[in-house]
């Protein structure tokens, strides 16, 4: 594993091959694999340095889409690609001899941006782990600070910051019984290589668009095009609910 260049805090620490130019979810998963692959070779060894490092980031961006520039796989498309993808990641963790040590979680990249029927302000919030509940939906409020509190007290850290030590660990997602039973891929009922064109609703606005850098494409704008594209282009996008609660005194 190489560093990236110029980013010396990172140094021995980043996948060479991981997250190039024009490649999706799934071909990110993919380069992730092999890793593991030589990871598992040395299961058993006590050089650090052989085995699969206790703590990974992983970054799948493919459902920020690519609006619905012509030629870009289409909104559908990506999303159902990075669902795909992680879909792939948790069936092979869980055939690996790293999985009954292993918890992986998954969060939604700017859980404020793009409203859904009820709170711009709420996510998806997935744990994965032999100790953790299965076909089980934990409805304690949780923040993005409880998902790092309970990942450093797994680990054995301290708390990065205040926030992250006033958290509620998620504890209510865990069981102290373990099941090892590994998980199975669903395959996407979308067409994952379904490719948007010069006729879809919003192209000409997504050409204009930043749309090779996540979150440098304007909010709003972008959003109504992807509602547009799955919803039909006569459908009005519903707008954010903003609320003020004040007293008066």
Do not use: C
């Amino acid at each position: 594993m190489d560093a990236a260049p110029g980013v010396g805090g990172l140094l021995g620490h980043v996948s060479p091959k991981f997250k190039m130019p024009g490649m999706r979810d799934t071909e990110n998963v993919k380069v992730f694999f092999e890793e593991l692959d030589g990871f598992e070779k040395h299961y058993a060894s006590k050089d650090a340095n052989e085995r699969l490092p206790n703590f990974v980031v992983m970054s799948l961006p493919e459902n920020h889409t690519q609006g619905t520039r012509p030629g870009a796989f289409t909104p559908r498309a990506m999303n159902a690609n990075a669902d795909f993808a992680v879909g792939q990641l948790i069936e092979r963790i869980t055939h690996s001899p790293y999985w009954p040590e292993k918890a992986v979680f998954v969060i939604e990249d700017d859980a404020q941006n793009g409203p859904d029927h009820v709170d711009a302000r709420r996510t998806v919030g997935l744990v994965v782990s032999p100790y953790t509940k299965r076909r089980f939906v934990d409805s304690t409020l949780y923040t993005t600070s409880a998902m790092l509190r309970t990942i450093e007290l797994l680990l054995g850290l301290p708390p990065m910051t205040q926030y992250n030590a006033a958290a509620l660990p998620m504890y209510n997602a865990f069981n102290t019984a373990t099941e090892l039973a590994p998980y199975t891929t669903i395959r996407p009922k979308t067409d994952v290589i379904k490719k948007n064109t010069a006729a879809s609703w919003g192209a000409r606005a997504s050409l204009e668009m930043n749309l090779d850098e996540v979150d440098e494409a304007p909010m709003f704008a972008l959003n109504e095009i992807l509602w547009k594209s799955v919803k039909g282009a006569d459908s009005e996008m519903p707008l954010p609910i903003h609320r003020f609660w004040f007293q008066k005194r």
